[in-house]
């Protein structure tokens, strides 16, 4: 048989499928360089014997493979030796999918909404207001559901228990008071110690208490407290910052973070308020930061869209569901260590990991006040929100620097992420809402209709909403899709 030699033969190349954290999923292949992503995704599936089809993301040295190998790797320096090391990043098996009609324009504030946030099981949306109270909103009719009142001062920040069953708000006048979602009426007495206002809320993680009973509040009297909301009193006095305390966060391992205006960082074992580290790093105030466990401590023993028709009852076995909620922390965080990022006035923010002292990097690029960072649920990603007027996305592992989003005209206030870590939500000073492709890196739809800006956004946890508020009083909701993706990969609106 003769062989054609002006036939063109396809060159192949060796390839080994490796995870972000280099796991690798098989032996080296011989694949053909013009390889599809499509194809990519058959055999990594086969590899990795996955029953369901899972959608993933292909990079080589970090640049995504979007058509094909050949079009991504510069062919000619390839050597028929050479090993092609192909990092997979699986997706979320769920989409969330944006559309542009806001349903509801909700007034009832007399003065602006500071702070909002969705209940972990996204049936109720809580706002706090410069008007001294709190609204608990009904998202099937998107009416005011319960007017909060007590606070004496402008109610800064919410926070809502891991079981949904609870809502924490915090003012002013630093009182820090309980509402029942259901009843709309304050569960025990206020909780006061504080001797100025509270600037951040965080309750402790459902795997370590079921019964959602401890809080743990940072105020700008210097000191962050933990307390019972049963008895209604102050378990511990975490004191050792010199100037206000701006954000606190009660990690899965049984830890405190606190950052502050003094410009560091501090970790605190919250069973006895003993200071385990000091982080420093920042030349300027710190002003927030964020955990890589967040959401699946935010939203306890059950996903939000995977497990959506799942729900808390009376006779629920909590023992069964602290195992549920210690499961889904473990797959985030196997070794028990978190990673977390700060972000601060000098312009910079840090990633760190709670086992060392010294910083994971540094992360620079921004040109003003970095004011929020979150994690994306599938902790791939972080994202930064900055008064440079751009939204800057990292990579969560190494802090490496992915795109720079920009599209407002003025500060970014604040960001909050889907559900399926595909989209970022930003909320900016003036006065709009935006909503960024991570895939594509560039602004993917716009969401006017507030009259001035926008202080507080917050995606639903089930991805299902988007919810704003700010300067003009009024509650924005616009509702969004969620599409369940199976083997065929098509959307199923449920």
């Not at 192909?86 to 009609?101: E, G, K, L, N």
């Not at 006035?345 to 921004?366: C, E, I, P, S």
């Not at 369940?484 to 098509?490: G, L, T, V, W």
Request: glycine residues 6%; hydrophobic residues 40%; aromatic residues 10%.
């Amino acid at each position: 048989m003769e062989v054609d030699e002006n036939e063109p033969t396809t060159r192949t190349v060796q390839a080994r499928f490796v995870s972000d954290v280099g796991e690798e999923a098989g032996p080296p292949l011989a694949l053909p360089i013009n390889v599809t992503k499509e194809q990519l995704e058959l055999i990594c599936n086969a590899l990795l014997k996955n029953e369901q089809q899972t959608p993933y993301l292909f990079f080589v040295n970090d640049d995504e493979i979007k058509e094909s190998v050949e079009q991504t790797v510069d062919s000619k320096r390839l050597n028929a030796e050479d090993v092609l090391d192909i990092v997979y990043q699986p997706q979320a098996v769920f989409r969330v999918r944006a559309v542009s009609r806001c349903t509801s324009t909700m007034p009832g504030h007399a003065e602006a909404v500071v702070s909002l946030a969705f209940s972990p099981n996204s049936i109720h949306l809580a706002s706090g207001s410069g008007d001294k109270t709190l609204r608990l909103w009904d998202l099937n009719t998107e009416t005011p559901h319960y007017t909060c009142t007590g606070h004496r001062q402008w109610v800064m920040c919410v926070a809502w228990a891991p079981d949904s069953l609870k809502v924490a708000s915090a003012c002013k006048a630093g009182e820090i008071r309980i509402w029942s979602p259901d009843t709309g009426k304050q569960l025990g007495r206020p909780l006061v110690g504080h001797k100025k206002w509270i600037s951040c809320l965080s309750w402790e993680p459902y795997h370590r208490n079921a019964e959602c009973r401890y809080l743990a509040s940072a105020g700008n009297d210097n000191d962050a407290r933990i307390w019972d909301v049963v008895l209604g009193t102050c378990v511990k006095v975490i004191a050792g910052h010199t100037a206000a305390v701006t954000a606190v966060r009660w990690g899965g391992s049984g830890l405190l973070y606190t950052s502050s205006r003094d410009r560091t960082v501090k970790m605190w074992r919250a069973e006895d308020g003993v200071l385990c580290k000091t982080f420093t790093g920042h030349a300027h105030w710190v002003n927030s930061l964020a955990l890589n466990t967040d959401y699946v401590l935010r939203t306890g023993p059950f996903h939000p869209v995977m497990d959506k028709f799942k729900m808390y009852g009376d006779g629920t076995d909590k023992d069964a569901l602290k195992q549920l909620a210690l499961e889904r922390y473990e797959q985030v965080c196997p070794d028990g260590v978190e990673s977390f990022v700060s972000c601060s006035d000098d312009f910079t923010l840090y990633l760190w990991r709670a086992n060392q002292k010294q910083f994971v990097t540094r992360m620079t690029g921004h040109q003003n006040v970095v004011n929020d960072v979150k994690y994306s649920p599938d902790v791939k990603f972080i994202a930064s929100a900055s008064f440079d007027k751009s939204i800057r996305l990292w990579r969560a592992g190494d802090g490496a620097f992915i795109c720079a989003l920009r599209g407002h005209v003025q500060a970014v206030y604040t960001v909050s992420w889907s559900a399926d870590s595909r989209l970022v939500l930003s909320g900016s000073k003036d006065s709009t809402l935006k909503v960024w492709s991570v895939k594509e890196r560039k602004l993917v739809q716009e969401l006017p209709g507030h009259a001035d800006e926008v202080y507080g956004v917050d995606w639903a946890p089930d991805g299902s909403r988007v919810a704003s508020g700010g300067k003009d009083k009024v509650l924005k909701l616009y509702v969004l899709f969620v599409g369940m993706q199976i083997e065929s990969f098509y959307d199923v609106v449920f």
